[in-house]
């Protein structure tokens, strides 16, 4: 039975992580030490991300007022912005 309910909270787990939904945003402003910010379509905080969280894009190729595509994942510090990509 414990195997049982171990398999089934693995699964639902796993699903869970399966479903993240991809956020829309606006880029608000980039930093000269690789890290910026979003303006998130409908929210009022800007979301911090950093250049290593960029999927498919470098850095230098993003300004401000770019549209991009992201998850949002809690970290220490709060939110952020993961697997960036431009919209």
Same mark, same amino acid.
């Given at each position: 039975?414990?195997?049982? #309910? #171990?398999? #089934? ?14 956020? =829309?945003?606006?880029?608000? $402003? ?8 979003? +303006?998130?379509? $409908? ?8 250049? +290593? =969280? ?6 230098? /190729? ?10 949002? /994942? /809690? $970290?220490? +510090? $709060? ?9």
């Amino acid at each position: 039975m414990f195997r049982s #309910l #171990l398999h #089934l909270m693995v699964i639902r787990c796993i699903e869970s992580k399966q479903k993240k939904r991809m956020s =829309e945003g606006t880029i608000a $402003g980039l930093t000269d030490k690789g890290f910026g910010f979003i +303006k998130r379509d $409908g929210e009022e905080k800007d979301l911090f991300f950093h250049a +290593k =969280e960029l999927a498919n894009i470098s850095f230098e /190729e993003l300004n401000v007022g770019d549209k991009v595509t992201f998850e949002v /994942e /809690e $970290g220490p +510090k $709060g939110q952020h912005a993961v697997n960036v990509s431009k919209a």
